[in-house]
């Protein structure tokens, strides 16, 4: 309620968050792990008896890894931060004020590492061998560095530990739980990524037997990788928290209206992935010669699909909150939802950005909606309101509205009786219904208990009604 | 739609009736450290961005002239530009970081909403910055950098640049103007704004942009030295009338931005800016500095010395960082009916920043020696390339 809502449309500003940070995660790993990639490779270009021709694919390899790191990469990573000021900013407020001099750590990691792989690249063919090893090596733990210090921002979202608005712990809250498995889970797939990267390069060799050792080398970047992960991803799994160990199971055993969580299929889509890399890879390390450049960058969609369901994973798995237990994805504070008065006053004299409307209006609940769904919901597009409301009648929703928070994955709603009036009659009127939300409000209701999907008076919603969230977007 | 409408009029009539302005609270955390010391990060970043920034604006701009005036030398000048290109554009973007970083922690709740209300413009600052960034890439490493589409690939390139400016230049300027927010907001809530009706919008623009000639002008100045050095002495000083001429228009042009901005102002900022103490201290050390490193541009022309276009250098980041901060000493008066600096409590991070002290100058120190180690070893090398093409 603090600031405007980006209001995009079918899209979501989420999604365009999800969008940039996925293409991001990929380049920035291939970016760390490529560096290790580039010791490597100068080690061993200099032990092979034709280490001129392996140095001048090194080269070809450094060109590609250059443009394709520093301008996707860097460029990526800035619109990740865009995305985040416009999808939530009451969340990027918070973590800058409390990491900002983490964050410019980082950017010093990040000014050497551009620096040292601008040294190792325009000296490619004047330094001397031993300098350049030790640039790729100083680039590589340079870059390293930067995950490490952006790891404790990124997992403090989902398992902020003993850090509390109160306390302000800082160091509390980046060497969170999950900090040490996501920092190794990183670490190995930036590795697994640069073999991928590899095999894009080395797919261009025209040399058959050259290609095939290029390729062969390629291929023990992916193995370990590919065969750490899971167990790393298990010790992950244990410093979830219980609420999204709980989405996970419940989309597992389908109690989700028969269905599987969107949390499930996003694991699932990982580990997919994953295995069809190590399959992948064996096929090319069985045929290294055939390797071409169609199947190269099949490999790299496939790790991308793959980063996509654990980014997607790592997301959905903080619902209904941005920073878990803190803030909630409607820039809602929990300290703020504990305080009854708040809650359950009329909403539109604690918002903002409502421009003045009457009480009681459809426009009064197209602000309710833009306030407190849009940061995650659109009308009719990506997680879309129309769609899961589907089967609401004009009695339901607001009873509805008034459990939601129980079912774990939304958070509460703020606001009285006419709000949530207001919110129903607007929800309603996108697919073409006309109510007054005042005679939504409960009094009215007491005589208008016939049309109810909630014979119980529960609010807990029938078949087909999914929890909202649960669902990636239709 | 119907409803759309009836809710752009409803918020409309309610900023026009001047119903309470929108302004989100500031971040419970507060400030890390006094926000002085925050300032005077976001002063140095910023002037190391718009150096970069200038840089990349000026010499792509510079690039394309030469490329089509094809007098002698132009095309080995045209290269030496061409190749700094990316270089460039890497560091206007790492450069670009820490300031924006610093404006969030102490503007951030202005920063956030006028970002949000130019949601879409600011946010197709990332293609165009990707558009660019490869662009020139592809300009340096394709084999025939003449051939017309590259060319019209580099025009649009610097298309791209100018227009990434432009919507920095709205975002600022609409972040100090929070009275506008509601009625751009009922306007387009999915952020296709603009803040165009500022008066000082376009004065402000060529004033970031215009100082580009003059740092590029400092960059052919550089290489003029190396040419003089390196004994091929009409190339020298070919690019040092050159240098000197990008420098001087970029002045006229900063002059020309300065005062026109000064025009547009409303009044009782304009007098601010020329009567307050410490933003005539500023302006006078801005205008001082600049007069300074022109000056050595002129005086290091045809001279085989680097110790010009070193002091030039120094003399325009010193002209430079204090109009950045005078920048944010007229954004605090523009705030000042509705917000203070003053009134955000500091949550000291002692720790936190003197680890980041301890690695910036880690950092700067290990930069340094590998530059001095590597750097003159490529020097050498594009020396012996020249004198081979020559």
């Known amino acids: 309620m603090n600031y405007p809502i980006w209001d995009v449309g079918g899209l979501g500003a989420g999604l365009v968050v999800a969008i940039i940070a996925i293409i991001h995660v990929l380049i920035s790993h291939v970016a760390v792990g490529g560096g290790a990639f580039l010791v490597v490779a100068e080690i061993w270009s ?43 900013a009451e969340a990027i407020s918070l973590l800058i004020h ?10 010093v990691f990040f000014l050497s590492e551009l620096t040292v792989l601008y040294l190792y690249y325009y000296g490619f063919k004047r330094n001397t061998p031993r300098m350049q090893t030790f640039l790729a090596g100083a680039y590589f733990v340079i870059a390293w560095g930067s995950l490490v210090v952006i790891n404790g921002i ?22 969170n739980p999950g900090y040490f498995p996501a920092l190794l889970i990183r670490t190995v797939t ?7 990267a590899g095999f894009l390069v080395a797919s261009r060799i025209r040399d058959e037997e050259f290609k ?7 291929v023990k970047w992916v193995i370990p990788g590919a065969i750490l992960v899971p167990g790393l991803g298990y010790w992950y799994f244990t410093t979830l928290p219980a609420s999204t160990v709980t989405i996970l199971a419940g989309g597992t055993v389908g109690v989700v209206g028969g269905t599987l969580s969107a949390l499930t299929r996003m694991a699932i889509l990982a580990g997919v992935a994953g295995t069809s890399l190590v399959l992948g890879t064996l096929v ?93 919901h659109t009308r009719d597009g990506y997680r879309s309101v129309v769609y899961r409301t589907r089967n609401w009648t004009a009695g339901f929703g607001s009873r509805w509205l008034g459990t939601m928070h129980d079912m774990g994955v939304m958070p509460p709603f703020q606001g009285d009786a006419l709000d949530k009036a207001a919110l129903v009659a607007y929800v309603l009127s996108l697919r073409g219904e006309t109510v007054d939300p005042r005679d939504l409000l409960p009094d009215r209701q007491a005589t208008a208990q016939g049309d109810d999907l909630d014979p119980d008076g529960s609010g807990q919603a029938l078949p087909g009604l999914e929890v909202a969230g649960a669902e990636v977007g239709r | 739609m119907r409803l759309a409408l009836a809710m752009a009029g409803v918020l409309a009539a309610a900023t026009a009736s001047g119903a309470g302005l929108p302004m989100p609270s500031p971040d419970p955390l507060g400030y890390p450290v006094p926000p002085i010391l925050l300032q005077a990060l976001s002063y140095f970043t910023l002037t190391l961005h718009f150096l970069a920034m200038n840089l990349t604006v000026g010499s792509v701009v510079i690039y394309l002239w030469l490329t089509i005036t094809r007098k002698q030398y132009d095309d080995r000048l045209a290269r030496y530009l061409r190749d700094l290109l990316p270089l460039s554009t890497s560091y206007l973007i790492t450069f670009g970081i820490p300031p924006l970083l610093f404006v969030q922690v102490l503007y951030g709740q202005m920063f956030y909403s006028s970002s949000i209300l ?107 030295v190396m040419m003089l050095k390196w004994g091929l002495t009409e190339e020298g000083r070919h690019n040092h009338r050159i240098a000197v001429n990008a420098a001087v228009l970029g002045m006229l042009l900063e002059a020309v931005a300065g005062i026109w901005i000064l025009s547009a102002m409303p009044d009782d900022l304009r007098s601010h800016v020329t009567s307050a103490g410490l933003a005539k201290l500023l302006l006078g050390l801005g205008t001082a500095m600049a007069s300074v490193g022109l000056v050595l541009v002129f005086l290091g022309r045809y001279k085989a010395s680097w110790a010009y276009p070193l002091m030039a250098s120094l003399a325009f980041f010193l002209a430079l960082a204090p109009l950045v901060a005078l920048r944010d000493v007229v954004r605090i008066e523009q705030l000042r009916p509705h917000f203070s600096l003053e009134n955000v409590p500091v949550h000291a991070q002692w720790c936190m920043a003197g680890l980041f002290a301890v690695f910036l100058v880690a950092g700067l120190v290990f930069l340094l020696a590998l530059h001095m180690m590597v750097v003159p070893k490529l020097i050498a090398g594009r020396r012996a390339e020249l004198r081979e093409s020559a």
Not at chain 1, 46 to 74: E, K, N
Not at chain 1, 98 to 107: G, Y
Not at chain 1, 360 to 367: D, I, K
Request: hydrophobic content about 50%; charged content about 15%; proline content about 5%.
């Open chain 2, 118 to 224: 130019l949601g879409f413009p600011w946010i197709l600052v990332i293609p165009l910055v990707v558009f660019l960034y490869g662009a020139f890439y592809y300009q340096k490493l394709v084999k025939n950098p003449e051939h017309p589409g590259v060319l019209l690939l580099s025009v649009l390139a610097a298309m791209a640049l100018l227009s990434v400016g432009f919507f920095f230049v709205n975002n600022i300027t609409l972040s100090v103007s929070p009275e506008k927010w509601m009625g751009l907001y009922a306007k387009s809530p999915g952020g296709q704004n603009l803040n165009m009706d500022d008066p000082t919008l376009f004065a402000r623009w060529l004033l970031i942009l215009a100082p580009g000639f003059t740092v590029a002008g400092v960059a052919i100045l550089f290489r003029g």
């Open chain 1, 190 to 196: 930036m590795f697994l990524l640069a073999g991928l």
């Open chain 1, 212 to 218: 095939g050792r290029i390729i062969q080398f390629c």
């Open chain 1, 98 to 107: 409390q990491f900002v001099f983490a964050w410019a750590i980082e950017w």
């Open chain 1, 284 to 376: 090319f390390a069985a045929y290294p010669k055939t390797v071409n450049t169609i199947a190269a960058i099949s490999m790299l969609l496939v790790a991308q699909l793959g980063i996509m369901g654990a980014e997607f994973f790592r997301e959905m798995g903080r619902k209904p909150y941005v920073i878990h237990g803190v803030l909630y994805s409607n820039g809602l504070w929990v300290k703020d939802a504990k305080d009854p008065a708040r809650l359950n006053g009329p909403y539109l004299e604690k918002a903002k950005w409502h421009g003045g409307v009457a009480s009681g209006t459809l426009a009064h609940g197209e602000q309710v909606f833009r306030l407190q769904c849009a940061s995650c």
């Open chain 1, 46 to 88: 200099r032990r092979q008896p034709d280490g001129q021709r392996v140095r001048d694919w090194l080269h070809t390899f450094a060109t590609f890894f250059l443009v394709y790191t520093t301008v996707l990469g860097a460029t990526t990573g800035v619109g990740i931060w865009f995305s985040v000021q416009l999808a939530s």
């Open chain 1, 154 to 175: 990124l997992t403090f979202m989902l398992t902020p530990g003993a850090w509390t608005i109160e306390n302000k712990d800082i160091a509390a809250g980046f060497f």
